[in-house]
């Protein structure tokens, strides 16, 4: 079946770097435009960045995220990847890894992986 | 981009119908018809259950729908059961080609 799932998340200090992971299955993982999202704990849902399908060419990013935030795909390894640094407490949330069905339609998502800013 | 506006919380009987309203811009909700809703049971990964305003995907109960008027869009919940108690988001595509979630709504069902 279809499935996205994350990895990578761990317990960082104020300023460090880290690299999430996510592997695709089930599905034409190249043909997807594919998005991050987090979601603090007991807050709502963030959107935070997302990249075109087959070469990736077309990148966004939240404006809370973007020069600190990179995101890449590997589509001969089915993967996803978000390199978050220079890490701030804020960032402490869940990560998800979505595909984009289309323009209004995140249709699939991963379990989500932790990420944790603390000193 | 500031969040989409949602209520805090809505609440309604079994078997009654509900609507969570999500109110944001021209530049947003108004602008463009890829407004999607979610919901997120505790603990859970959201899913998706309307997107491009009205559409529904396979496997949704029909008791889900979604509309739009102006720069408010809506999820109306009908004949509430008790698995439809999570929270619920609204999301939007904007004219700086990025996305924006609504504020989130808890949905209690008495």
């Known amino acids: 079946q279809m499935q996205l799932v994350e990895s990578g998340g761990a317990l960082v200090k104020p300023g460090g770097s880290l690299r999430l992971s996510c592997a695709a299955s089930g599905f034409t993982f190249g043909g997807y435009y594919m998005s991050w999202i987090r979601q603090a704990p007991g807050k709502g849902l963030e959107w935070v960045s997302y990249?075109?399908?087959?070469?990736?060419?077309?990148?966004y990013y939240a404006d809370s995220v973007k020069g600190r935030f990179t995101v890449s795909r590997d589509n001969a390894k089915n993967s996803l990847y978000l390199q978050i640094s220079s890490l701030r407490d804020e960032d402490t949330a869940v990560y998800y890894c979505?595909?984009?069905?289309?323009?209004?339609?995140?249709?699939?998502w991963g379990h989500g992986t932790m990420v944790t800013v603390s000193s | 981009q500031s969040a989409l506006t949602q209520p805090a919380s809505v609440s309604g009987s079994p078997g009654q119908s509900i609507t969570i309203s999500c109110t944001g811009a021209?530049?947003?909700?108004?602008?463009?018809?890829?407004v999607s809703w979610y919901q997120q049971h505790p603990g859970k990964a959201p899913k998706l259950m309307i997107y491009d305003v009205t559409n529904r995907p396979s496997g949704v109960p029909n008791r889900f729908s979604g509309s739009k008027s102006g720069n408010t869009a809506s999820l109306t919940i009908s004949g509430l059961q008790a698995e439809d108690e999570a929270d619920y988001y609204c999301f939007s595509y904007t004219s700086s080609s990025t996305y924006v979630f609504g504020t989130g709504t808890k949905v209690t069902v008495l």
């Open positions: 990249i075109s399908s087959r070469s990736g060419m077309t990148i």
């Open positions: 021209s530049s947003d909700v108004g602008g463009y018809d890829f």
């Open positions: 979505v595909r984009m069905g289309g323009w209004g339609a995140f249709d699939i």
